[in-house]
């Protein structure tokens, strides 16, 4: 942003506030950060955090709609949607506005945006279903259930695909199942497909590794449109 700033071009940063001693009771606040022009979206104001509200916010769509109008930005620069919602790539195609993302890790395509399980071990990616996904979510909820030979058994049954689709199941049905089984189940579900089509917005993607752009376009990304750009500036030998 500063070297932006120096180069004469007119930088706003867009990010958030999640802490309750910062909140003012406004949907955003104002400030200038270092000479930077910073807009944050209070998201103690505009209510709770669950697992779906990491990756998309229909509820602000219209917050940032009006802050791109007032705004009126030539370019977006995306650096991390965390929190912030994928939803708002949408809102700026509307508005118009080419759209640079810069991939920093793999929020895209792992849950955990570090394509690594719950915990730790190395992982190759979604399955074509995403099951090994919604298995590696569930195994990270430890206590659902009240008696604790329940979470025992639970704890168990997840180390088995047929139990994770016996509970993808059960969700999609209704059946009643525990407030954390039954909401992450869902958010699971949805993440992939929804944080791919919003990246369909994207003007051009900027990875700075090979490695990272093969995750991506392992997960179904379009290769042409993601551009790898090392770290640092290349010296003269």
């Not at 500063?2 to 506030?17: D, R």
């Not at 890790?105 to 719950?118: A, E, H, K, S, V």
């Not at 016996?166 to 992450?184: D, H």
Request: net charge positive.
């Amino acid at each position: 942003a500063h070297s932006l700033a120096e180069l004469g071009h007119q930088v706003t940063v867009l990010t958030t506030c999640r802490n309750h001693e910062d909140s003012r009771g406004t949907p955003c606040q104002e400030y200038s950060f270092e000479g930077i022009s910073v807009i944050a979206v209070d998201l103690v104001h505009t209510g709770t955090e669950d697992f779906t509200t990491s990756y998309t916010r229909p509820d602000l769509v219209g917050l940032y709609g009006d802050i791109l109008c007032r705004e009126r930005p030539d370019v977006i620069h995306c650096c991390h949607l965390l929190y912030l919602g994928t939803d708002f790539l949408s809102v700026a195609a509307i508005a118009r506005v080419p759209i640079i993302m810069t991939l920093t890790d793999f929020f895209g395509i792992c849950w955990t945006n570090r394509l690594q399980t719950c915990q730790g071990k190395n992982c190759a990616g979604p399955d074509h279903d995403d099951l090994n996904c919604v298995q590696d979510v569930l195994q990270s909820i430890r206590r659902p259930f009240r008696l604790r030979q329940a979470n025992s058994l639970y704890r168990r049954l997840t180390k088995h695909r047929w139990f994770i689709r016996g509970i993808q199941s059960l969700a999609r049905k209704g059946v009643i199942l525990p407030s954390p089984l039954r909401a992450t189940v869902a958010g699971i579900e949805k993440r992939r497909p929804c944080i791919s089509s919003n990246y369909e917005h994207v003007t051009r993607f900027i990875a700075a590794t090979n490695y990272l752009k093969d995750a991506y376009v392992r997960s179904g990304h379009d290769p042409e449109r993601i551009d790898v750009l090392r770290f640092g500036i290349r010296q003269p030998t």
